[in-house]
T-cell receptor, first 113, second 112 residues
């Protein structure tokens, strides 16, 4: 059972483009939605996160849009740079003692110079 | 600078060997996790712990076992490695469900 579905699997854009990565979730109890960025040979690192009481959050060139009724959220990267080339994972979790994160399948982004 | 450390970084071993993957964190986090990740693919939770002497199996069935005797240390053991265990294993720690999860750089395991 895939609780968080992510698309597309891979994405290629030109420098300056705005790649968009989408995620959909099933469990309405989820109340924390982070995005992680992973470079080759490294572990994932938190990029930006949002809670469902907010429809949009921006941090630098990265924006999360959240649609609670549709159970969907997306990551937009403004003015993308070759250094943004990485694998991006959306995730979801809910208030509990364990703090488990459920990850999406990942999107490999390539930004061409 | 990584505050969570995994060793070894790479490991190639033969079938049937017993191995232990080490994971240590210096942040005092109660919650620690092991994820399995095949190249370019999603992360699957195989074990987690929310404190000393507490361990639970994750969503993906795994033949590995874990222990949590000290807050900072969360090793993963495979009693008898098989080629199907070939994968990358990522350790992580965090304060709470809505706080950043800190990942190590992983152990890439190859079983021949």
């Amino acid at each position: 059972q895939q609780q968080v579905k992510q698309s597309p699997q891979s994405l290629i854009v030109q420098k300056g483009g705005i790649p968009i990565i989408n995620c959909a979730y099933e469990n309405t109890a989820f109340d924390y939605f982070p995005w992680y960025q992973q470079f080759p040979g490294k572990g994932p690192a938190l990029l930006i996160a949002i809670r469902p009481d907010v429809s949009e959050k921006k941090e630098g060139r990265f924006t999360i849009s959240f649609n609670k009724s549709a159970k969907q959220f997306s990551l937009h990267i403004m003015d993308s740079q070759p250094g943004d080339s990485a694998t991006y994972f959306c995730a979801a979790s809910r208030a509990s003692n364990t703090g488990k994160l459920i990850f999406g399948q990942g999107t490999t982004l390539q930004v061409k110079p | 600078e990584a505050d969570i450390y995994q060793t070894p970084r790479y490991l190639v071993i033969g079938t049937g060997k017993k191995i232990t993957l080490e994971c240590s964190q210096t942040m005092g986090h109660d919650k620690m996790y092991w994820y399995q990740q095949d190249p370019g693919m999603e992360l699957h939770l195989i074990h987690y712990s929310y404190g000393v002497n507490s361990t639970e199996k994750g969503d993906l069935s795994s033949e590995s076992t874990v222990s949590r005797i000290r807050t900072e240390h969360f090793p993963l053991t495979l009693e008898s490695a098989r080629p199907s265990h070939t994968s990358q294993y990522l350790c992580a720690s965090g304060y709470a469900y809505n706080s950043p999860l800190h990942f190590g750089n992983g152990t890439r395991l190859t079983v021949t």
